[in-house]
């Protein structure tokens, strides 16, 4: 059974920066994609970023320039460095993982394993 544990949420101003964590269980962590979406009050999980397992990465549109993803593989973890942190990045982040593919996933039924998620608010 593979397991997504996110780490590094709180509560922090409009320009400040925090860094999430997601370790995953398992022994296939490098073969993974990992995505990370959101979701705010309200609204839909939406994509925020995806590290493929050859290191390649893309974001929204929304965080591109600020947030930065990446992967330690031999700590079966993947981080979200979020800087410039705005009032309407407050939500919930979840971090989710593929078992396969090549191509551009932003949904989330294109995920398989997810975490619990880690609520992040930023105060104006």
């Known amino acids: 059974q593979v397991q997504l544990v996110e780490s590094g949420g709180g509560l922090v101003q409009a320009g400040d920066s925090l860094r999430l964590s997601c370790t995953v269980s398992?022994?296939?962590?490098?073969?993974?994609?990992m995505g990370w979406f959101r979701q705010g009050p309200g609204k839909e999980r939406e994509f925020v970023a995806i590290?493929?397992?050859?290191?390649?990465?893309y974001y929204a549109d929304s965080v591109k320039g600020r947030f930065t993803i990446s992967r330690d593989n031999a700590k079966n973890t993947v981080y979200l460095q979020m800087n410039s942190l705005k009032p309407e990045d407050t939500a919930v982040y979840y971090c989710?993982?593929?078992?396969?593919?090549?191509?551009?996933?932003?949904?989330?039924?294109?995920?398989?394993?997810w975490g619990q998620g880690t609520q992040v608010t930023v105060s104006s």
């Open positions: 398992g022994r296939t962590f490098s073969s993974y994609l």
């Open positions: 989710a993982a593929r078992r396969a593919g090549s191509y551009l996933y932003t949904a989330p039924s294109d995920y398989d394993y």
């Open positions: 590290s493929w397992s050859g290191r390649t990465t």
